[in-house]
């Protein structure tokens, strides 16, 4: 992994794509991605209003955040079967966002039939996909969506956790730990790993809290997540905090850079490091995580 090759999705905030005064602060949020939203955080009466607004929004989209990188803008559209889902993605295919998010994906055959429209549109590659995984169904085809991962014709880039849906449809019980969703959380992150997928973790819902949130952060990056969809701007700084390189973690990283890049040790595939072995999948973890760091300027 190289700085240029990394795009950091540490944190994720849901914008209505129907809110006009949070869709003008994009720039000044400080996260790394946003998602417009046309599904959940748009009323049926406003659906159309807010679709039509997506041209304005892909032509005014910023250069830079104040962190000197460009916010990635993703839509997320209703699902191809609902009523408003064709014109959805007619629209996003011309708007050319960086990615569309897809609700309610619960085989592969849904992630091919929106790429399939995306190239029929003419969108370019540099649109990809994103997968919400919030049903039991998602649950149990999950490794063959995330094997279209593999396959870049598919477009698909990145999995959702959709927890609430996931909660409501299975009737768990949602305890502040997450005991009983971790099994399909960490289900999900196997999953988008094997595919090459990043993988982000489900909504907090009471952005008053922000201790529990801070909590959730530091368990989902834990657990390997990339970062973290949120719901409201106080949340940004705590997810991209949570999901950043340690500075201890930097340390023993360029540590073990360092180590095989003394002369002795160039061409040997196991080193000892202050008294421990240290391999060569220890230096390419250390290296991605060191491009991850600079990237977003650790």
Known sequence: MTT???????????????ND???AKIAQLGCDAVIIDLEDAVAPADKIAAREKLAGIFADRPDAG??????????????LSSEWGAEDLAAVAKAEPDGVLLPKVET?????EVGDVLDDNFAPDSVKLWAMIETPKAMLNIGAIAELGRDPASRLACFVAGTNDLIKDTGVLAMPDRVYLLPWLMQMLLAARAGDLDMLDGVFN????PDAFARECT???AMGFDGKTLIHPSQVEAANRAFAPSPQALAEARAVKDAFALAQNRGKGVISLDGRMVERLHLAQAEKLLAKAAAIGA
């Open 4 to 18: 240029e090759s990394y795009r950091p999705r540490r944190s994720v905030l849901y914008v209505p794509a129907s």
């Open 21 to 23: 005064k949070a869709l």
């Open 66 to 79: 104040h962190n000197g990188r460009r916010c990635e803008m993703v839509v997320r559209v209703n699902a």
């Open 108 to 112: 592969p055959r849904d992630v091919l």
């Open 206 to 209: 009471d952005f008053r809290d």
């Open 219 to 221: 368990q989902a990056a």
